[in-house]
């Protein structure tokens, strides 16, 4: 069986393209590995949890009998560490865990801070 000549630049082209067209897609076009994807969609979820939980730490800090004093601690304390405050008084603790989330503790110094 006699190959035709016109096959093989058929077949650098078509190899040619399909690296180009990878190159493109994930440069410019918005492809992502999965892992990418994944790592991502994670971001997002426990960026749109502490959203939704933050007027739940707002809302313990006015209702929590040690308020006074802890919010006196707050405002005494640098800025760098009113997290820490936060994350002490169990104000950024998710239903139903042990341990402070950081980032609520971040978005409840924001809300908690006067402008």
Known sequence: MQVPTWIKPGLYGAGI???ALAVIGFS???????STAQTMAQSAS????VKAMTPYCVAR?????????????FTKAPAYSRDTV???????????SDKPNSALAD???????PT
Do not use: F, R, Y
């Open 17 to 19: 393209g399909a690296i």
């Open 28 to 34: 410019w076009g918005g492809w992502v590995t999965g």
């Open 46 to 49: 426990q960026s749109a949890v």
């Open 61 to 73: 800090s006015k209702s929590d009998p040690q308020s006074v004093a802890i919010m006196e601690e």
């Open 86 to 96: 936060i994350e002490k008084a169990g104000w950024a603790t998710l239903m139903g």
């Open 107 to 113: 978005a409840c110094v924001t809300a908690l801070t």
